[in-house]
């Protein structure tokens, strides 16, 4: 696999994007899946192949890290190989990086502490990895959002049947998309992470009283890799770059 400008992991050409799902085959695990996208030149790889070496990584550098900073553990994470530009990856690392974040601030000493905490990772990679890439734009829904609402609703324990709970995972779905909205597209999967986390951090402050830290400024140094950055509509671009 490749990491580079483009998006394709095999052969680093830009996708294409179809309006109805199309079979294809994987050309990592050899599975046959209906599909959105494949490169120019028809290569396809899975969600779970594309993510797989990626959420280990997370997984790896979230149990390591002492940062109370969520976005300063994404953008850790973001400079290993296996995390590449776009990818669903990103939906199990949002949530991941405030989880960590979470309970370095504490906020798992009333929950267990790091048991708890182990568990909430290992459940946050589970509902993660089943949400699918592209969704962004497919379903009007990112990913790195709903991945904020997961954290929430981990950490709140919220279920279909519960009540405040239900609502907070719900309400940090919505104030991330919006968040996450405002730019307008196309997608990028770093710009939406730090859209997405900045948001929880401050619905997490105002809701649960747990003051994990951010940035005085966050930085993007992933321009390079992303053919379709936004540059200077990003709130985030490094324009010393």
């Known amino acids: 696999m490749v990491r580079g400008e483009g998006a394709c992991l095999v052969c680093g050409k830009p996708l294409i994007y179809y309006e109805k799902a199309v079979q294809m085959e994987c050309v990592i695990c050899g599975g046959r899946f209906e599909s959105y996208a494949s490169c120019e030149d028809g290569h396809y790889v899975c969600d779970e192949c594309h993510a797989e070496k990626g959420v280990q990584a997370v997984m790896e550098g ?8 969520p976005i300063e ?17 990103h939906h199990v690392m949002a949530g991941a990086a405030l989880l960590t974040a979470f309970y370095n601030c504490g906020g798992f000493d009333k929950r267990g502490g790091r048991s ?5 990772l290992e459940e946050m990679k589970a509902r993660g990895s089943e949400y699918p890439g592209g969704a962004c734009g497919m379903w009007g829904c990112c990913g790195a959002a709903v991945s904020t609402g997961m954290f929430i609703s981990i950490v709140t ?3 279909p049947l519960t009540g405040k709970s239900w609502g907070l995972s719900n309400q940090m779905t919505a104030r991330a998309l919006e968040a996450i909205a405002k730019p307008g597209g196309p997608r990028c999967c770093k710009r939406n992470c730090f859209l997405a986390v900045e948001e929880a951090v401050k619905f997490v402050k105002d809701n649960l ?22 540059r200077k ?4 671009y490094n324009t010393g770059r």
């Open 157 to 159: 324990k919220a279920t």
């Open 73 to 89: 553990i994404m953008q850790n994470l973001m400079m290993d190989p296996y995390i590449y530009m776009h990818g669903p990856e």
């Open 209 to 230: 009283e747990i003051a994990m830290e951010l940035p005085e400024k966050i930085q993007c140094g992933f321009s390079p890799e992303n053919r379709e950055c936004l």
């Open 62 to 69: 979230c149990r390591k890290s002492c940062s109370k900073n």
């Open 116 to 120: 708890a905490f182990e568990e909430a």
């Open 233 to 236: 509509r990003c709130p985030f």
